[in-house]
């Protein structure tokens, strides 16, 4: 049996190098292809066995694309019903009970709310926050960014109480966290791949997004610390279930705190992050993905659902629906 891999992307390099990378080792029974999408029926049994979501954060059509392929028996990369629920501060009280250093953070309600909500929807919210005790617990300065947001869109650095009721006025509907600021001597951002692939990157956030923020340098780590992060990667993304995700720490007296690993469609661009570290992706995607195929993992186990509302165990390919509808058609046509 074939088991195919495809891609979900917009366009950008990775794609075409992936696809490349495994159609080239020629193994046996699989094969790698850009994915082609029209409607979705319900139910509908998927031609790919592992597919990698590049794109389904910007077209929404995907999303329920992503979900009916991975109950047709697909591995989807990353999890569709995951990736859409999980947010920052979730992540980080995660985290903080794995025993993972987490700067101090606070999650905030919006400033405002969409027109038409009524003062009722609000009812269990307190009308004034305690911004003191809110300041006295992460300190300043501290970080105000959204609770979902990815790119450093939004994030600003906040020093007096001026400066966070300002960018909190104009953050609007957004649901934003409040995060203490930690003054790393050293910051990282590690690749994950398949909740066991890392690579700890020497990186700059100062520096403006495509400029030099990815400084190729292999001895930037001391042995106990890289060993560290390595580990504290593979716990995060085990405990988030992701397989393609970045993890940045910001180190400060030899600790990591972990500041942000909500990044499941990372930039790969080779011309920002290197040719080497690109090349590094390339083939640990690939790794990840043939094992996955050749493996026959799935994103959901149809198996256990039918068991758990009492039907028999047993691969479902179409559903009823599209049997009788199918049987309806051919009896309509004999008529004729």
């Given at each position: 049996?074939?088991?195919?891999?495809?891609?979900?992307?917009?366009?950008?390099?990775?794609?075409?190098?992936?696809?490349?990378?495994?159609?080239?080792?020629?193994?046996?029974?699989?094969?790698?292809?850009?994915?082609?999408?029209?409607?979705?029926?319900?139910?509908?049994?998927?031609?790919?066995?592992?597919?990698?979501?590049?794109?389904?954060?910007?077209?929404?059509?995907?999303?329920?694309?992503?979900?009916?392929?991975?109950?047709?028996?697909?591995?989807?990369?990353?999890?569709?019903?995951?990736?859409?629920?999980?947010?920052?501060?979730?992540?980080?009280?995660?985290?903080?009970?794995?025993?993972?250093?987490?700067?101090?953070?606070?999650?905030?309600?919006?400033?405002?709310?969409?027109?038409?909500?009524?003062?009722?929807?609000?009812?269990?919210?307190?009308?004034?926050?305690?911004?003191?005790?809110?300041?006295?617990?992460?300190?300043?300065?501290?970080?105000?960014?959204?609770?979902?947001?990815?790119?450093?869109?939004?994030?600003?650095?906040?020093?007096?109480?001026?400066?966070?009721?300002?960018?909190?006025?104009?953050?609007?509907?957004?649901?934003?966290?409040?995060?203490?600021?930690?003054?790393?001597?050293?910051?990282?951002?590690?690749?994950v791949f398949g909740q066991k692939h890392v690579l700890p990157m020497?990186?700059?956030?100062?520096?403006?997004?495509?400029?030099?923020?990815?400084?190729?340098?292999?001895?930037?780590?001391?042995?106990?610390?890289?060993?560290?992060?390595?580990?504290?990667?593979?716990?995060?993304?085990?405990?988030?279930?992701?397989?393609?995700?970045?993890?940045?720490?910001?180190?400060?007296?030899?600790?990591?705190?972990?500041?942000?690993?909500?990044?499941?469609?990372?930039?790969?661009?080779?011309?920002?992050?290197?040719?080497?570290?690109?090349?590094?992706?390339?083939?640990?995607?690939?790794?990840?993905?043939?094992?996955?195929?050749?493996?026959?993992?799935?994103?959901?186990?149809?198996?256990?659902?039918?068991?758990?509302?009492?039907?028999?165990?047993?691969?479902?390919?179409?559903?009823?629906?599209?049997?009788?509808?199918?049987?309806?058609?051919?009896?309509?046509?004999?008529?004729?």
């Amino acid at each position: 049996m074939e088991r195919v891999i495809g891609f979900l992307s917009f366009r950008e390099s990775l794609p075409d190098a992936v696809i490349e990378e495994i159609n080239r080792r020629n193994i046996d029974g699989v094969r790698a292809e850009h994915c082609n999408v029209s409607e979705s029926r319900m139910a509908q049994p998927s031609p790919y066995s592992v597919i990698i979501d590049r794109v389904s954060h910007i077209v929404t059509y995907y999303r329920t694309y992503l979900k009916n392929a991975a109950l047709a028996g697909a591995y989807v990369i990353n999890n569709p019903f995951w990736f859409l629920a999980d947010d920052k501060f979730y992540n980080y009280s995660l985290a903080t009970r794995l025993g993972i250093a987490v700067p101090r953070t606070v999650c905030l309600p919006s400033r405002s709310y969409p027109a038409g909500t009524d003062e009722g929807d609000l009812r269990n919210l307190v009308s004034e926050l305690n911004w003191d005790g809110i300041v006295e617990y992460v300190g300043l300065p501290a970080i105000l960014k959204p609770y979902d947001g990815y790119g450093w869109r939004h994030v600003y650095k906040v020093s007096t109480m001026g400066e966070l009721f300002e960018k909190y006025d104009e953050s609007g509907e957004m649901v934003m966290v409040l995060q203490q600021f930690i003054d790393y001597e050293h910051y990282v951002r590690c690749f994950v791949f398949g909740q066991k692939h890392v690579l700890p990157m020497r990186y700059d956030p100062s520096q403006p997004f495509g400029g030099r923020q990815y400084i190729v340098d292999h001895e930037h780590l001391t042995p106990e610390l890289g060993v560290r992060i390595v580990d504290e990667c593979i716990k995060i993304n085990k405990a988030l279930g992701y397989d393609m995700n970045t993890v940045e720490f910001a180190i400060k007296d030899g600790i990591p705190y972990a500041l942000d690993f909500m990044n499941p469609i990372p930039d790969t661009e080779p011309d920002r992050i290197s040719i080497e570290y690109f090349q590094w992706v390339v083939r640990t995607m690939a790794d990840v993905a043939v094992e996955y195929a050749e493996e026959g993992r799935h994103t959901l186990d149809i198996a256990a659902i039918r068991e758990k509302v009492g039907l028999p165990v047993h691969d479902m390919i179409e559903s009823p629906i599209h049997e009788e509808a199918g049987q309806e058609g051919k009896e309509e046509a004999g008529k004729e």
